[in-house]
């Protein structure tokens, strides 16, 4: 039990670091001064993808553990997982080269577009030690935690991922 409690303390400290560093990344550091080329228009885009992939894969893996395919539930998990990571370090560094986008659409498309993103934000600051935490129960075989962990993390992890997708649809439509 001290060991589980050493991990969710790692995963406290590494999930506030996460959300701290781009928490800085995104509202106080600027746009870096180096010219990055085109590609970093293009990742935005690659944004939306790995998110749409996400969201595929997340559907996919609870598909599969309701059929009671957990072989496949697993790779479908661990691969929307990776999906997360790549889409993690290609914001990191859009962020980076291109500081914050703002939205310049007016009207009605405003305020839903700020209710969409206001709630990704805080449910993807809520999802980072949920998904480490699920993964953890689930590597170590606590099951009955994982599920119940899951049943949590998967329709926040879901929204994010979908939402996501949204905010790049609003943004290239409007901007």
Not at 104 to 127: A, K, N
Request: glycine content about 6%.
């Amino acid at each position: 039990m001290n060991s589980e409690k050493t991990v969710f303390s790692i995963i406290g400290l590494l999930s506030a670091a996460v959300i701290g560093f781009l928490f800085w990344l995104i509202y106080f550091k600027t746009g870096a001064s180096v010219n990055a080329g085109g590609w970093v228009g293009n990742l935005p885009a690659l944004n939306a993808i790995l998110n749409a992939l996400t969201a595929t894969l997340l559907v996919t893996g609870y598909v599969f553990i309701k059929k009671n395919h957990k072989d496949l539930h697993i790779k479908a998990m661990l691969a929307a997982t990776f999906t997360s990571a790549c889409f993690l370090v290609s914001y990191v560094t859009y962020h980076h080269f291109q500081g914050d986008t703002k939205f310049m659409g007016v009207g009605i498309i405003r305020p839903i577009y700020f209710l969409i993103l206001i709630t990704h934000i805080l449910l993807s600051i809520v999802q980072v030690p949920l998904i480490l935490t699920t993964l953890y129960l689930a590597a170590v075989k606590n099951f009955p935690r994982h599920r119940k962990f899951a049943r949590v993390t998967f329709p926040i992890w879901l929204y994010v991922s979908v939402t996501g997708v949204l905010i790049f649809v609003i943004l290239k439509s409007f901007n």
